[in-house]
Nanobody
Framework: QVHLVESGGGLVQAGGSLRLSCAASGQISSYAMGWFRQAPGKEREFVAAISWNGGSTYYTDSVKGRFTISRDNAKNTVYLRMSSLKPEDTAVYYC?????????????????WGQGTQVTVSM
């Protein structure tokens, strides 16, 4: 397992942008990575995922065209670029990792999680 630390959250107006970062304590070049989010009173939900080499990405429908996941294995960091933010994007965003050569999208498949970073989108 790797230790993950998210950063980059904050308060932004609707239509604005943020870039979240997820820094890992070790090599993530053989890890599938994902971003999830959890709003108050709701279950944690999948947002985006990226394969070990960045060759494949996958997004939940509500963020397609607005969010972009990327990774820099040399820096052991994964990013989530969020644009055209909406109030319904407000949540705690979590980074997740699991050793896998395949892309993964289920929260039950990931073994390592960060502590989360709050994203609040105001109207």
């Amino acid at each position: 397992q790797v230790h993950l630390v998210e950063s980059g959250g904050g308060l932004v107006q609707a239509g604005g942008s943020l870039r979240l970062s997820c820094a890992a304590s070790g090599q993530i070049s053989s890890y599938a990575m994902g971003w999830f989010r959890q709003a108050p009173g709701k279950e944690r939900e999948f947002v985006a995922a990226i394969s070990w080499n960045g060759g494949s990405t996958y997004y939940t429908d509500s963020v397609k065209g607005r969010f972009t996941i990327s990774r820099d294995n040399a820096k052991n960091t994964v990013y989530l670029r969020m644009s055209s933010l909406k109030p319904e994007d407000t949540a705690v965003y979590y980074c997740a990792a699991h050793p896998s050569m395949a892309i993964m999208i289920s929260k039950f498949d990931f073994g390592s999680w960060g502590q989360g970073t709050q994203v609040t989108v105001s109207m």
